[in-house]
């Protein structure tokens, strides 16, 4: 038995999986259902894959897929037609949601198969693999592990021009600006960053973080987001930076 909110955005994914060929972004399902924050889609969208009804492919951004409807929106055992179909939907409880929000239509057939395949290739059409360098510290800084045999997939449009990589972070130096223990990143390469950005930072040739550049007159500081970490000043000439943060990929 789903709530009305979870039989909402069920309906809402269902909807716009079949009208785009992909998935709704949290702020579009957070729009859709009215709701003040996106925590509260990350708690739907958790009792839907728990009572499954959805499924979230791992590693990929607005990738969900709908698995089954609720009883109520399945065709009946032997309807003769799509139309009966859709009137048995109108005629849905009043836990179903309003109609001026949502039209469900109903496609028979193996409907999950049906949205494995378009979902797939919309995944695979819109994303780009990127190599993934090992963890990087978000606490105390550690080498970076180069293991170009690992890879990440990523949506093409959160990148843009440019060389870019992943790093998977380590640490909670940086919960404050968002970035949690376990979180991947996304660096676009470069030398060289605008101050207050997020970087990786190379620290006497031999030390990798992640943490916000600060430049002050002929000095550099590396600063936490977390006040339970130091800011660390260095020379100009004991600093690198190996690229900036573009974005942050988060499995739940």
């Given at each position: 038995m789903l709530t009305r909110k979870q039989h909402e955005?069920?309906?809402?994914?269902?909807?716009?999986?079949?009208?785009?060929?992909?998935?709704?972004?949290?702020?579009?399902?957070?729009?859709?259902?009215?709701?003040?924050?996106?925590?509260?889609?990350?708690r739907?969208?958790?009792?839907?894959?728990?009572?499954?009804?959805?499924?979230?492919?791992?590693h990929r951004a607005r990738a969900l897929e709908v698995l089954r409807l609720p009883e109520n929106l399945a065709p009946r055992r032997g309807s003769a037609s799509g139309d009966n179909a859709t009137a048995a939907a109108a005629s849905a409880p009043a836990a179903a949601p309003p109609a001026a929000a949502f039209t469900p239509n109903v496609i028979r057939g193996n409907f999950a198969a049906h949205l494995s395949g378009v979902q797939k290739a919309a995944n695979e059409a819109a994303a780009v693999?990127?190599?993934?360098?090992?963890?990087?510290?978000?606490?105390l800084p550690i080498?970076?592990?180069?293991?170009?045999?690992?890879?990440?997939?990523?949506?093409?449009?959160?990148?843009?021009g440019g060389e870019h990589y992943a790093l998977e972070v380590a640490g909670d130096s940086m919960v404050e600006a968002g970035i949690l223990d376990g979180d991947t990143v996304l660096i676009r390469r470069g030398d060289t960053a605008d101050n207050g950005s997020i970087v990786v930072a190379l620290v006497d040739e031999s030390e990798v973080t992640?943490?916000?550049?600060?430049?002050?007159?002929?000095?550099?500081?590396?600063?936490?987001?977390?006040?339970r970490y130091e800011t660390?000043?260095?020379?100009?000439?004991?600093?690198?930076?190996?690229?900036?943060?573009?974005?942050?990929?988060?499995?739940?």
């Open positions: 955005l069920l309906i809402f994914i269902d909807r716009h999986l079949r009208t785009t060929g992909f998935s709704p972004s949290f702020e579009e399902m957070k729009d859709a259902l009215k709701l003040k924050s996106k925590s509260g889609i990350h739907l969208i958790t009792a839907l894959e728990e009572r499954g009804f959805l499924h979230r492919r791992a693999n990127l190599p993934l360098y090992g963890r990087i510290a978000a606490g080498e970076a592990l180069r293991d170009q045999g690992t890879g990440v997939e990523v949506p093409a449009a959160m990148l843009g992640l943490k916000r550049l600060r430049r002050r007159g002929n000095s550099i500081a590396l600063e936490a987001a977390n006040p660390r000043i260095f020379g100009p000439d004991r600093v690198k930076v190996q690229g900036r943060l573009v974005g942050l990929l988060r499995k739940y």
